[in-house]
C-alpha cells in the first residue's frame, strides 16, 4: 500500500498554504480529469481553471491568487509546477538499479571510480577513465579512455562518451546520445585528376566536450568535440531528445534546446537561450542572453539578447515582423487579384489615351 502523506506535511514541504483539512492524507498523484479522493493534483494554467469546479481530487496546488472552491483542499504556492515537481521527488523518488560495479562490467586499465558508483554488465569504461561518487552507469554505455564523470550522474543503456571528455556533476545522459564524435571537418583537396579534381580531406578533431553542472542530454543526441580547445555545455542547460550540436559550439547557462535543434559548428548561445524545436542555428553565430527562437525558425546571423526577445521564420526575424510579413503572405491571392485588375485598368486607360491623341 501506498504511503500516506498529510496535507499539512506536504504543504510545509513546499512551502505553501493550505486551504482545508491538515490530517487529510493523499497517497499518489494524478491529472486533475483523472484524479480520486487519494490523489494530488496541480492547476498551473489559469485557462483551465473550470476544473477546479468538477475535479474529484483529494488537493489540489494551485497559485496564491487563484480562487478555488470552499469545499476543496488546496494548497497555494508561487509556483505551482515547482511545488508539483517537489512532491514528485517524495512520492516517486528516483531508485537506484546499480549500486556497486558489475564483475560483467568492463573496466579499463587505470580506470577509477568513487565511493558508491555503479556499474551494469556490459558497460565499458576506458583506459584511465575516472567515474565520480555515486555515479550510476548502466548496461551497454561507454566511458572512453582518459574521460572524467562527475558526482551523482546518470549514464544510460547505449548513450557513448567519447575519449577525453570532461562531465560535471548530476548530469543525465539518456540512451543513445553520443559525447565527443568527431565534428563535421574536410578539407576539398585539388587533386589535379580530371575525373576526381576535388576530395575531402579529413581533419582531426583533437578537442574536447566538456559539460558542466545539472545538464541534462536527450536520447540521441549528438554533442561534437571540438576541432580544438572544446565544444562547452553550460551549467544546467537542458537539451531534448535528437538535437545536434556542432564542434566547437559553446551555449550558456540554463538555456533550452528543444528536439530536433541543430546548431552549426562555433555558434555561441548566452545565458538563458531558449530554440524551439526544429529550430536551426548557421554556423560562427552568436546568440545573446535571454533570446527565444520560435520552432523550425532558421537564425542566419547574430541576434542581440535581451530577456523575451521572440524571434520566428527562415530566416529569423523580431516575431512581430515575421508575423506581418506571414499575414500579407496569407493575403497574396487577393493582392495578386487586385494587381491584375489594376493592371487591367491601366492598360484601358493609357489605350483610351492613345486614341484620344
Keep these: 500500500m501506498s504511503k500516506q502523506h498529510k496535507l499539512s506535511v506536504l504543504a510545509e514541504l513546499v512551502n505553501g498554504s493550505l486551504d482545508g483539512d491538515p490530517d487529510y492524507s493523499i497517497a499518489s498523484l494524478a491529472s486533475i480529469a483523472g484524479a480520486g479522493p487519494g490523489d494530488l493534483s496541480f492547476l498551473d494554467n489559469p485557462r483551465l481553471a473550470a476544473e477546479l469546479g468538477t475535479t474529484k481530487a483529494g488537493c489540489v496546488i494551485v497559485s496564491t491568487e487563484q480562487e478555488a472552491p470552499e469545499a476543496l483542499n488546496v494548497i497555494r504556492v508561487d509556483q505551482p509546477v515547482v511545488a508539483w515537481a517537489v512532491i514528485l521527488e517524495l ?31 556490459g558497460a565499458w569504461i576506458g583506459d584511465g577513465a575516472s567515474i565520480g561518487a555515486r555515479t550510476e552507469i548502466f548496461p551497454g554505455a561507454t566511458i572512453g579512455p582518459g574521460s572524467s564523470i562527475g ?97 566547437n559550439v559553446t551555449t550558456g547557462r540554463h538555456c533550452l534546446l528543444i528536439s530536433q535543434v541543430g546548431i552549426a559548428g562555433s555558434s555561441t548561445l548566452g545565458n538563458y537561450v531558449t530554440l524551439a524545436g ?48 506571414y499575414a500579407l503572405i496569407d493575403r497574396l491571392p487577393e493582392y495578386s487579384k487586385k494587381i491584375r485588375n489594376l493592371e487591367k485598368r491601366i492598360a484601358e486607360l493609357e489605350g483610351g489615351q492613345g486614341e484620344a491623341t
Excluded at 93 to 106: D, G, M, N, P, W
Excluded at 164 to 180: F, P
Excluded at 182 to 196: L, N, S
Excluded at 314 to 323: C, D, F, G
Design 91 to 121: 512520492l516517486h523518488k528516483r531508485k537506484r538499479i546499480f549500486e556497486t560495479v558489475s564483475s560483467a562490467a568492463f573496466m579499463g586499465e587505470g580506470a577509477s571510480t568513487a565511493e558508491g558508483v555503479g556499474v551494469g554488465p
Design 278 to 325: 526544429q529550430s536551426g542555428v548557421n554556423g560562427h553565430t552568436t546568440i545573446g542572453d535571454g533570446v527565444i527562437v520560435g520552432g523550425k525558425s532558421g537564425v542566419m546571423q547574430d541576434i542581440e539578447g535581451g530577456q523575451g526577445r521572440v524571434y520566428l521564420g527562415i530566416p529569423a526575424r523580431p516575431a512581430l515582423t515575421t508575423k506581418k510579413i
Design 151 to 247: 558526482e551523482d550522474c546518470i549514464i544510460y543503456p547505449g548513450a557513448h562518451i567519447y575519449h577525453d571528455c570532461s562531465i560535471a556533476n548530476r548530469v543525465i545522459v539518456h540512451s543513445g546520445a553520443v559525447i565527443g564524435a568527431d565534428g563535421y571537418g574536410f578539407a576539398q583537396e585539388e587533386t589535379g585528376d580530371p575525373a576526381e579534381p576535388v576530395v575531402h580531406r579529413k581533419i582531426q578533431q583533437v578537442g574536447t566536450v566538456v559539460i558542466e553542472d545539472d545538464v541534462e542530454i536527450g536520447a540521441n543526441t549528438t554533442i561534437d568535440r571540438a576541432a580544438l580547445d572544446s565544444t562547452v555545455i553550460g551549467k544546467g542547460t537542458k537539451i531534448d531528445n535528437q538535437v545536434v550540436i556542432g564542434h
